[in-house]
Every structure is written in C-alpha cells, then in structure tokens.
C-alpha cells in the first residue's frame, strides 16, 4: 500500500514508497529534500516534521525504545 502525502515543510504532494504494515518510516521529500515521517494509522496516515513526533511514531526513537535492553 502507499498513500498520497504532503511535505510538512514545503506542502509539495508525493507519493510514499509501498508498505505493508503500521511502523512509521522516514521520507525525503523529492522538492525540498528534507527528511519527514509518515505514520500509517487506521484510516490513513499521520505526517510529522522530523524531530517532532512522538517517540512512540520516531522510527529511530522507537527502535531504541523497542531495542535490546540488554538484560537477561
């Protein structure tokens, strides 16, 4: 599936790359060129400015949260 985004800081329409579930991921916008984070929710998707979101809806933050503790 992909979805039909706008740039949150230039407001230029894209089209995502194809996904298959509901982890957010980056994507650079091809006008501006910079980075930003589409969420895929229940009926659509959330768009975030990079550093904004929360860290639950971050890819990098959420892979930290959700990484190895590293206890046994």
Do not use: K, L
Not at 6 to 18: D, F, K, L, N
Not at 51 to 64: F, H, K, N, V
């Amino acid at each position: 599936m992909s979805a039909h985004v706008h740039c949150p800081y230039c407001s230029v329409g894209q089209e995502t790359a194809e996904y298959s579930d509901y982890r957010p991921f980056y994507v650079n916008c091809s006008d501006c060129a910079r980075r930003f984070i589409v969420e895929p929710v229940r009926n659509g998707v959330v768009v975030y400015r990079d550093g904004e979101a929360p860290c639950c809806s971050d890819p990098e933050c959420r892979e930290t949260e959700m990484g190895d503790s590293g206890q046994d």
